[in-house]
């Protein structure tokens, strides 16, 4: 029921998979959803190993990468007849606004699994173990609207969120942190004074304590920065017949934040268990198994937080969210490969 919920005409997709003989019972999760592709059409060809889109827009690797491999798994296991535990395959909505599918889903449907893991990275001998915490931030600044030709006594709520977002801190903001702004929009034509502005920014840290530190320092700067666009009616103003005399005869702009937790960190200790069945099966692969802490969310980050230990694997995507992004056909491969080790018998032992 995760669309009804969420607005959409899908929910999450749940496959259960009977143990065919021993091997642990695994919760393995890719999303269904991209980030936007433009306008544009989506091109996507094949470029050596590569499959990639025309230079113009994403190409979706993430996540059809990860929904390749489990369904290359899936195939295998059957054609093949691997023995594996029992399985649950999900594939989830709206990872990419804020996990909202995993967030919508009963805990009850990973209940009573040995582990969980999530395709949602790169390379195939990867296994991030870790994720920072996310807070966003909707920032709404009111002015005083009107024509362009005629500034006097207006307050442009755009001028204001801008030079209210300048004084706030981008990018890397310390070892364990960071921020990003990603939407302005305000104003309705060039002549015209926005008495209105909005834009979203973000803050992700692998630590509790310095989100909530440097959450209360971009409200702190927000304030402080929209505080200074005031004015005082004059004497003669405040005398002028009006409908209404004001209360205030202080005119300033003002700004209102919504704060939504998007997610909260997490980060899996060395022997957890999809931490040691990864290893072995990565090596089982032939390749050489690295654990990591990612700088992005994913439906990890609820799962572990709501009682599933969960790691993820790389599946072959990169440059995710971006033109260039690609899929690796041999990484895929990979990908399938060390699954099929993860889900077998010899995982358990």
């Known amino acids: 029921d995760a669309g009804a919920k969420l607005g959409g005409d899908c929910g999450n997709l749940f496959l259960r998979v009977p143990a065919t003989g021993a091997g642990p019972k695994l919760f393995l999760s890719a999303h269904m959803d991209t980030v936007e592709k433009g306008d544009r059409p989506l091109e996507p060809r094949a470029e050596g190993d590569a499959v990639v889109s025309d230079g113009t827009t994403i190409v979706g690797a993430d996540d059809k990468t990860g929904i390749a ?38 805990p009850g449907r990973y209940a009573g699994f040995d582990g969980g893991i999530a395709l949602d990275h790169s390379f195939p ?9 996310k807070k966003a931030l909707a920032i709404t600044v009111n002015g005083i609207g009107g024509h362009g030709a ?16 300048a004084r706030l801190p981008s990018g890397r903001l310390d070892e364990h942190s960071t921020c990003n702004l990603g939407v302005m929009r ?124 969960c790691a993820l694997l790389g599946c072959g995507m990169h440059g995710a969210h971006g033109v260039n992004e690609q899929a690796v056909l041999p990484e895929m491969v990979q990908a399938a490969q060390v699954l099929l080790k993860a889900v077998g018998p010899q995982a358990r032992e």
């Open 186 to 309: 305000a104003g309705t034509a060039i002549n015209v004074i926005p008495g209105e502005a909005y834009a979203e920014y973000e803050i992700r840290s692998h630590r509790d304590d310095l989100l909530a530190f440097h959450l209360e320092n971009a409200l702190t700067t927000l304030e402080a920065a929209v505080r200074e666009a005031r004015f005082l009616l004059t004497p003669r103003e405040l005398q002028r017949p009006t409908a209404r005399p004001p209360e205030d005869p202080m005119h300033k702009a003002t700004v209102d934040v919504m704060i939504s937790d998007c997610y909260e960190a997490y980060r899996l200790e060395p022997d957890a268990l999809p931490v040691r069945i990864l290893e072995r099966a990565v090596r089982d692969a032939g390749l050489e198994p690295h654990t990591l802490v990612a700088a992005g969310g994913s439906d990890a980050n609820v799962f572990n937080r709501r009682g599933l230990r």
């Open 69 to 106: 491999v489990l369904l290359e798994v899936l195939a295998c296991l059957r054609e093949d007849g691997l023995a594996h535990g029992e399985l649950c395959v999900n594939f989830t909505v709206c990872e990419e606004i804020e996990l909202l599918g995993a967030r919508a889903m009963s």
């Open 150 to 165: 005629h500034p006097e006594r207006r307050i442009n709520a755009a001028h204001v969120l801008a030079k209210a977002l």
């Open 125 to 133: 001998n990867e296994i991030p173990v870790g994720a920072p915490g």
